[in-house]
């Protein structure tokens, strides 16, 4: 399980997400909720990260730094995206690996996109 202070907003996590078809998976996410929302209700709000990204990028997605030897920040080997409208919610538990962090202006991005389609 990782420790309470790797679970702050940004963070980049390792969990088994279902997709849209309700199909789980091991996939990296985002923590998008703060950390004394998830120790109120031992939850933690998700956004999916997928490294299946479209030439066009829909108006859902946010592009993340990443290298192929592993970006310093994020920690993604390839291209990915966070998608904004694939929301999930893990308790700290599911956690299976603690990754990087996103940087600053990509999180603002992730968190105004979704803060619009709710």
Same mark, same amino acid.
């Not at 923590?31 to 479209?54: C, E, F, M, N, Q």
């Given at each position: ?21 309700? *199909? ?5 996410? *985002? +923590?998008?909720?703060?950390?004394? #929302? ?8 998700? /956004?999916? +990260?997928?490294?299946? /990204? @479209?030439?066009?990028?829909?108006? #859902? ?35 299976? #690996? /603690?990754?990087?962090?996103? @940087?600053? @202006?990509?999180?603002?991005? +992730?968190?105004?996109?979704? #803060?619009?389609?709710?």
């Amino acid at each position: 399980m990782a420790s309470p202070e790797a679970l702050q907003i940004g963070r980049i996590v390792w969990a088994e997400v279902a997709d849209q078809n309700g *199909i789980r998976k091991q996939r990296p996410a *985002i +923590i998008v909720s703060s950390t004394a #929302d998830a120790d109120a209700t031992g939850t933690l709000k998700i /956004v999916a +990260i997928t490294s299946r /990204v @479209p030439v066009t990028l829909p108006d #859902d997605h946010v592009l993340l730094p990443w290298h192929p030897q592993g970006h310093p920040r994020t920690g993604l080997n390839r291209r990915s995206a966070a998608v904004c409208s694939w929301l999930s919610k893990i308790t700290a538990s599911d956690i299976l #690996d /603690v990754s990087g962090m996103v @940087p600053g @202006p990509e999180l603002l991005t +992730i968190l105004t996109k979704i #803060d619009a389609n709710q």
